[in-house]
C-alpha cells in the first residue's frame, strides 16, 4: 500500500482515497530519448468508485452503538474516504471510553458487479476501559 500509511495524507494515493477511489492504479511508462534521458509519464486510473456500506461495532459492552458512531464521521452510503476513516480511528482512541491499543477499523469490501460503486463495509471492534 505504500505510502497510504501516512497520516497526513499528502501522497497521491491518500488524495485519490480520499475522494472514492480505493481501486486506482497508476502504471508507470518510462521512454527512452534521444539524449540519453528519460521521460516517465504516470497514467492514472481512477477506477471504481467505493462507498461506506453496513458498519457494525463490536466489543461495546457499556457504551451504545449509537453513542459510538455519533464519534465518527463515516456514514452508509457516503463516498469511501480513507482520511475520514484515519479520524474515526484517532477520535476513538482518543474519546477516553476504549482502550486505544484495541480499536479495531476492519474493512471488507463488497463487489457489487452490477453496480457502478463498490461498497466497503467496516467492523469496529473496540474494547471498553
Not at 455519533?70 to 476513516?85: C, E, G, T, Y
Amino acid at each position: 500500500m505504500g505510502q497510504a500509511g501516512k497520516i497526513e495524507g499528502r501522497d497521491i494515493t491518500s488524495r485519490y482515497m480520499d475522494q472514492g477511489s480505493l481501486f486506482f492504479s497508476i502504471t508507470p511508462v518510462a521512454k527512452a530519448q534521444p539524449d540519453g534521458t528519460t521521460d516517465l509519464t504516470f497514467i492514472i486510473n481512477k477506477g471504481r468508485q467505493a462507498q461506506w456500506g453496513t458498519i457494525t461495532v463490536t466489543g461495546n459492552q457499556k457504551t451504545p452503538k449509537a453513542d459510538i458512531l455519533r464519534l465518527v464521521p463515516l456514514h452508509s452510503s457516503d463516498l469511501f474516504n480513507r482520511a475520514k476513516l484515519m479520524e474515526s480511528q484517532r477520535t476513538s482512541a482518543t474519546c477516553g471510553k476504549f482502550t486505544p491499543t484495541k480499536i479495531g477499523l476492519n474493512p471488507q469490501h463488497v463487489f457489487r458487479a452490477s453496480e457502478v460503486t463498490d461498497l466497503v463495509n467496516i467492523a469496529f471492534v473496540v474494547a471498553e476501559q
